[in-house]
């Protein structure tokens, strides 16, 4: 875990403290409902990956002011408005090891709390002062909103390529982690080249984060990952662990897959488990997860050499932890 890393131990209760403090302030309304699943839907903790890599992307570069930590709760409003719109498309009832929001709340309430969020994230964008940053976020946010709408179009396709699965991955999870480190980095005062070290690194950490879900959606513990095993198969997701299945595994592996993406079947999880964990789909899946790591850690050549660039690499390393 994150928090049984050096730099972890020593500063990120407090980093996280202070993101915390805005996200406490930011999540208040005077509608009740709103602050209340807005409180839940925070509450229920997770990785804060996200704000913890702008927060990072800073303090790489010399920079630890306040706006930093508003950018994170910024970015992790954005992150957790996207949760509440995922949750009420995909019909999802477990999130981070509890109800959803939409399972508890209904779906009409979440989806308005998730655009309440998405939008105080503005107001804290507007509060850097920078128009850069207003840019990247927009741009960002649009091609996020890309990606939902791409990985909708491929419910069920079972002729999705492993590159246009790469593309839904790196629009819909692996901007907003380029984003994270991208808007650290120009509130830093980057320079033109850290600037964009910085912002690839978010992106190839995104992707092998994204990698790592996949293949753990069939071997990882529920009460770990948060979420309910299968529940890519059960939407119809041609995840990467299934592409492989289907351009690379046995005959009758290929023709299972695409029968159970098809009708989005749960009920022929055990048997597309069996087909995957028979196969070297995961082993597969882990070696692309970590050519995206390799990547990004060699963005992190071009930035300074401190605990804090340290620390990033040490973060890379960990989204491979939880397959080891």
Request: negative net charge.
């Amino acid at each position: 875990m994150l928090e049984n890393l050096p730099y972890f131990q020593k500063n990120l209760a407090t980093d996280l403290g202070r993101v915390n403090q805005v996200v406490g302030r930011a999540v208040q309304s005077e509608v009740a409902l709103i602050s209340q699943i807005g409180s839940y839907i925070i509450g229920a903790g997770g990785k804060r990956l996200r704000p913890i890599i702008t927060i990072l992307a800073g303090k790489s570069l010399g920079y630890d002011g306040d706006p930093l930590y508003s950018l994170a709760a910024m970015v992790e409003f954005i992150h957790t408005s996207t949760l509440l719109h995922d949750d009420v498309v995909d019909e999802s009832d477990m999130r981070r090891g509890r109800e959803t929001a939409n399972n508890l709340f209904g779906n009409a309430a979440a989806v308005l709390v998730g655009d309440f969020l998405y939008t105080r994230a503005f107001q804290l964008m507007v509060g850097s002062g920078s128009m850069k940053i207003l840019e990247v976020m927009a741009d960002a946010t649009n091609i996020i909103a890309e990606g939902e709408v791409m990985q909708l179009m491929n419910i069920g396709n079972t002729d999705i390529s492993e590159t246009e699965y790469l593309r839904v991955i790196q629009y819909k999870t692996a901007k907003l982690f380029e984003a994270a480190a991208q808007v650290g980095a120009i509130l830093a005062g980057a320079s033109a080249e850290q600037e964009a070290a910085l912002r690839d690194y978010g992106m190839y950490v995104g992707t092998a984060f994204q990698i790592v879900d996949d293949i753990l959606d069939y071997c990882g513990d529920p009460a770990e990952i948060g979420k309910n095993v299968g529940d890519d198969l059960a939407e119809g997701k041609p995840t990467l662990p299934l592409i492989y299945l289907m351009h690379q595994g046995t005959p009758e592996a290929a023709r299972d897959v695409r029968d159970a993406l098809h009708h989005a079947d749960r009920s022929r999880f055990e048997q597309i488990h069996a087909h995957v964990t028979a196969s070297d789909a995961l082993a597969y899946c882990a070696r692309q997860a970590r050519i995206a790591v390799d990547n990004a850690l060699s963005c992190l050549d071009k930035l300074p050499a401190n605990e804090t660039t340290l620390a990033m690499r040490q973060l890379a390393e960990e989204s491979l932890a939880r397959v080891s």
